[in-house]
């Protein structure tokens, strides 16, 4: 039998949260995350939890552009920019600013979107919108390539965009792998760069809205993605010069990633415990996307992992387990069911062309 889809997980465990089905809901929870419980399936908790964490951070966000590609393109270290996922207002403002700056601009839409399929397509059919700006031609090209909705136009607006062909031709295979597996195509591309496992430089950190990289690249060390994000902080430092130094502590942060709507920042070091790779943090805050993640399935996430990591102060992740320690005593193991599904981002220096 077939493996549940990640759209078909998000709902099995939709739906127990909503019958009040603590067992069901831990169950799915776990198929969500890729682990295996600490405690006994025999042993669940009698109610769903409610207690949201107190405190979060805000490394990935929709439904406002990306202050750092209004950066590059204005700075000039970009000829087009795609800001996407905005609202009627948002759009219509950001459209009028840039035209008003003699860029010629494209917008597009409405549509609706099920983000990162956490969320029912009736609770995010909300109009979106895009906003597509140039120097020259290039809006009108792209916007014209994603018209046609199929992998040739994905691969002729992702040029357009300005992005490395080898990163685009890894992108239209990401999306055709997507189309088989009915699976987000977010998760499979953040999976997907050549070099998964290993510390990986800065600037091409994917989850946050300051990364200077706003396409997946090929490999994690791609000399061409790198290049693409010089550029990118190279225009920031002019306009922003403080940015650029917030943009690069912000993105040297480890992540410790289930799903795009349940990941952590750490604030802390890398470390390495018998031969697992690992932090040592003095906080674990999980990701606010702005989507409104269901209330059930964040209240699940803090109370299975989320006060395990604020009690402890090191974690580390192999291909067998993710273990969270306190003071140099390991305070809980759990077992990894599915390999790849949680990840331990860590990063490293830039190239000497990121640097200042």
Known sequence: MASPSLSELYTHFSRAAARGDARAARASFYQLIGLRPRAPEEAPPAALPTALPARTASLLRYFQPRLIDRHALLGGARQVVKFEDLSLTEAAALARELGQRGLKVVRTGPYSKRFDVTTTAEASARPLYNVIASWGTQAEQVAEAEQERSLEGARRAGLALGYPACCVEHFVEVERRARATRDSVNELALRSPRGQGQDAPWPSHLLSNLSPIGFVPCSLGCPEALGFAARVLGAVEQRAPEGRQLIERALRRPLLFFRYPLFYALDGVATEREGARGVRYAAALPNDDGL????????????????????????TLDAGALSVYAQGALLARWEVERPGVPLLLRFTDAPAACRR
């Open 292 to 315: 409104g993640t269901p209330p059930a399935l964040r209240a699940l996430a803090h109370d299975e992992l989320g006060r395990v990591l604020a009690a402890g102060d090191e974690l």
